[in-house]
């Protein structure tokens, strides 16, 4: 018996929670978007009266503003966002445990055995949510996850679509390749190289050519495009273990020597370290990306001979990277930190004799300042570096940081992140 897959999408989630909340805003075209003068002045989403003006998620609110003057912009309010996702995997767990968040907005659900027809379940889940919450959503239902996915995508807002065995040869193989999850730029690129711009053209190639093209995903998305898509779904709770931790900012004014990177990092790291003693995680590997002011990236990493999870130990490691790794040939833009080869903090370490006893009392001295912070606040106790500049480091990155779960296939990078 063929699985019966259901992929639940909340059209314009971030601006149909604003407008919820908010009456005056439902008949405006309204985008939530960035701190321009952070340099985050970017839109987020848009509602649908906002789309008609061929506004852009990821375009720059100026440009917004050029195509829409009567643009209404609502700064984003992350928590809200998140108790409406909360809400809404609530009425999804209704119908089943196997339930399979992807970022705030998105759930696959497996409802396979269920007595009921999955189309009844899925119209009734977009009745209940537009009823209860008044926001929508879009549900697409098939045989398998990945076409479950494209179902919810295909039609929007507030809508049903059904990608069955019988159907799909005519409904998706038209659609272009770049719309299959995991199938970022690069990956289109190489496809639309030989001729490949379909998922239908997906499906009939060679896959032996999408090996060559793109390593052990080509077989994998070959099969995806052909239907034969076999992963299941994850409940949270039973998913796979964190592989690491970053943390990235893009920087309110360009940064210009090492303290101005030392002050970034320091910020940066207060994130990162929290998360890994929250997760009990520990990690020797540190990652640094950065960004200049031309847009040209950077990536190093260094592994280190013994694991970190105190914020001053990821923050100094991640500065050693960096004196060693740039030479200031342009300011820099934006700055990620992350911590990989992770382990759980209960690991036997190796002791040294230079350092051990200090590392251990950072790790408590850390633990201590989580606490405070968690009852009174991120701003209730703060390092020194970070009051040097507050228009530089004065946001708490933790506060405002959401996780996103990686994608079925583990990865979030391409094809492992869709652009």
């Known amino acids: 018996m063929d699985r019966q897959i259901l992929h639940v999408d909340c059209n314009k989630f971030y601006a149909s929670v604003e407008c919820c909340l908010n009456p005056e805003l439902r008949d405006k075209p309204v985008v939530v978007g960035g701190n321009e003068a952070s340099r985050h002045g970017i839109v987020l989403t848009k509602n649908e009266i906002a789309a008609r003006y061929d506004i852009g998620t990821g375009e720059t609110l100026w440009s917004a503003r050029q195509k829409c003057p009567d643009l209404v912009v609502v700064p984003p309010h992350f928590p809200t966002y998140t108790r409406f996702s909360g809400m809404v995997r609530e009425i999804l767990r209704g119908y089943t445990p196997l339930v399979e968040p992807f970022g705030l907005d998105e759930a696959w659900l497996d409802v396979t055995g269920c007595r009921r027809d999955p189309v009844e379940i899925a119209h009734e889940i977009r009745r209940r949510v537009k009823e209860e919450l008044g926001i929508t959503v879009s549900v697409g239902v098939s045989f398998n996850k990945s076409f479950a996915k494209l179902g919810s995508d295909y039609k929007k807002p507030d809508a049903v679509t059904v990608f069955s065995r019988e159907n799909y040869r005519d409904l998706v193989w038209p659609l272009p390749a770049g719309d299959l999850l995991f199938v970022g730029r690069s990956t289109r690129k190489k496809l639309a190289e030989r001729f490949i711009f379909t998922i239908g053209d997906v499906a009939r190639a060679d896959p032996a050519l999408l090996q060559a093209l793109l390593g052990k995903w080509g077989p994998a998305l070959h099969a995806v495009a052909n239907g034969r898509d076999s992963q299941p779904v994850i409940p949270s709770e039973q998913a796979a273990a964190v592989q690491s931790v970053s943390n990235g900012m893009t920087t309110p004014r360009d940064l210009t020597d090492d303290r101005d990177v030392q002050r970034v990092l320091m910020v940066l790291s207060e994130s990162v370290g929290r998360r890994l003693r929250e997760q009990h995680m520990t990690g020797r590997t540190i990652e640094l990306h950065l960004r200049d002011n031309q847009l040209v990236t950077r990536s190093h990493r260094v592994t280190l001979d013994h694991y970190v999870q105190s914020t001053n130990d990821i923050a100094g490691a991640a500065f050693a990277l960096f004196k060693d790794s740039y030479r200031w040939q342009r300011p820099l833009r934006s700055v990620t930190v992350g911590v990989t080869s992770l382990e759980p903090d209960t690991i036997p370490c190796q002791l040294d004799m230079t350092d051990s006893a200090g590392r251990e009392k950072r790790e408590q001295l850390d633990r201590a300042v989580d606490g405070l912070r968690q009852r009174f ?36 990078d391409e094809i492992g992140g869709k652009e």
């Open 377 to 412: 606040g991120d701003k209730c106790i703060r390092r020194a570096i970070l009051l040097e500049d507050p228009d530089l480091t004065g946001d708490s990155l933790y506060e405002t940081h959401t996780v996103h779960p990686t994608g079925f296939s583990g990865k979030t």
